[in-house]
């Protein structure tokens, strides 16, 4: 085995550091940061993701409160208590567990969260502003792979990057940010006649499909980046997209699923949340100076 | 030479015919299409643009308000006036002219313009509905060349695609609708190591720089399609980002310039026109249709 194995634990203990000197800053302004989560119906398919996401809160210094409505709710009446959160000063993020009931588009849910409360980044305008290489508040996967990448000695001005994936909150955003950072980037997708094409060609790949062993060693440029963004549960093991074993002969660095983008990820999810209060708090504050 | 030459006005003036009909079923609802342009200070730098966009307004069914502010306007005061048009239910489109005093942050007042009248599709939100492959308006130019390549007999899913140019209201966007239509998209920019090795491997390459003679025959797969989005001026004449001439030789279909992308792009900016007032009419019938 030659690739350096990528600890996200470590990378994320930092940014949580980082958020949490943030969050004692806005407190002591009077802006104690505070998610709200909301699920509804089956609690236990979000359960994990909702436990971990709480127990970052902690560690990040950010308050966390889990709201659960019955899978009998409407859509009106959720876009109601959307409003209500939206209205509330004392709320400054919110977070759309998945899955959803079927009669509850996420979509719609999403764009109903105020564009300064999208602390997941998924509103259209929050996700715009990453193509206008304005990133207020990105979609919390993408952005921690990208940041993982940037931890490494590369250098991104000119780098050859290869997005296996092009969801609307993973692999459409990394390619973005990548090529806000000077990439060349090539994005595959399960209508790409090759993959091994494009891939063999890169410095750095990043996959998210969700589909374990999709990515081998053989589809790699010896010395590559490999950011593996898949979960996947196998045999009741929880694995990447990436061949693990075969992909680190020949890659230079590759993350581990568990332990590499996750982490990131739910620490990316807390900065989101003192972003979002300093950007609710000085709005507040230019909206209302004049007044006082 | 090999390339069939595309004829955009042909495209361009199929897509008014349709525009104008649409135009006359809004106006016999009582909502005949109103566009404003805006432009600031120095009359000549855009008349030339001005003066097409009038010219196919009229082709369009479309009403067409030119209005031209002092070069001592503020910032403050332009978005006054922005102001008073998002709320005008008589005008149903603001065209922002560049070029812009130095003053006037053409980014500040694109943001200004309500997401409902952005016919121009320069808005975040606009950008992020492309992301998430809902097409309400488009930025212009970027569906102009994407509509150009779909009317050509190439199937796009699987598609091998290079844009070169990654500028945030065409090279980006015309890769995530081409992504969207399940083309594999490669983008390319001043800091891409090597583009020919990226464009020799595409079935349809599209140039949006701004250099005169950037793309050249050599660059190309014999018979792929060359779509030039480029607009310079070069000894008096009108020139595209590709040499025309070398180019022609090894594509199988190529755009001229002038009169390939460029009348395609009015014809859409016409096309916006009337989606945005169809979509103003539903808002407005939507939200006033309880109180009826």
Redesign the interface.
């Given at each position: 085995m030659s690739a350096t194995i990528i600890d996200g634990k470590a990378l994320a203990q930092v940014k949580l550091d980082e958020t949490y000197a943030e969050a004692q800053r806005l407190s002591e302004a009077g802006w104690a940061p505070r998610l709200v989560s909301i699920s509804v119906g089956d609690v236990a398919a979000a359960e994990l993701y909702v436990r971990n996401q709480k127990k970052y809160a902690e560690k990040a210094g950010v308050a966390f409160e889990v709201r659960n409505y019955p899978e009998t709710i409407s859509l009106e009446q959720l876009q109601g208590v959307l409003a209500g959160l939206n209205a509330d000063p004392r709320v400054n993020g919110i977070i759309i567990q998945r899955p959803l009931p079927a009669h509850i588009p996420v979509?719609v849910l999403q764009k109903a969260v105020h564009p300064l409360k999208d602390v997941e980044g998924m509103?259209?305008?929050?996700?715009?502003?990453i193509?206008?290489?304005e990133l207020e508040l990105g979609p919390c996967t993408a952005v921690a792979a990208v940041e993982i990448l940037k931890s490494l000695p590369l250098q991104t001005?000119?780098l050859?990057v290869c997005v296996i994936g092009?969801s609307?909150i993973v692999g459409?955003?990394i390619?973005?940010l990548m090529?806000g950072l000077?990439?060349?980037?090539?994005?595959?997708?399960h209508?790409?006649?090759q993959v091994s094409?494009?891939s063999r060609?890169a410095d750095a790949v990043f996959v998210a499909v969700g589909k374990p062993g999709l990515v081998h060693g053989e589809m790699l440029k010896p010395g590559a980046a490999l950011i593996d963004i898949g979960i996947n549960r196998v045999e009741g093991r929880t694995v990447g997209d990436a061949d693990f074993d075969s992909c680190a002969e020949v890659a230079g660095w590759i993350t581990p699923v568990p332990g590499g983008v996750g982490p990131v990820t739910v620490s990316t999810l807390m900065n989101n949340a003192v972003r979002a209060t300093r950007m609710q708090m000085d709005h507040y504050r230019t909206t209302f100076a004049a007044a006082e």
């Open positions: 979509k509103h259209p305008s929050s996700i715009g502003n193509v206008y290489n001005e000119g050859n092009h609307e459409k955003p390619a973005f090529m000077g990439a060349t980037v090539t994005v595959c997708h209508m790409t006649r094409v494009h060609a």
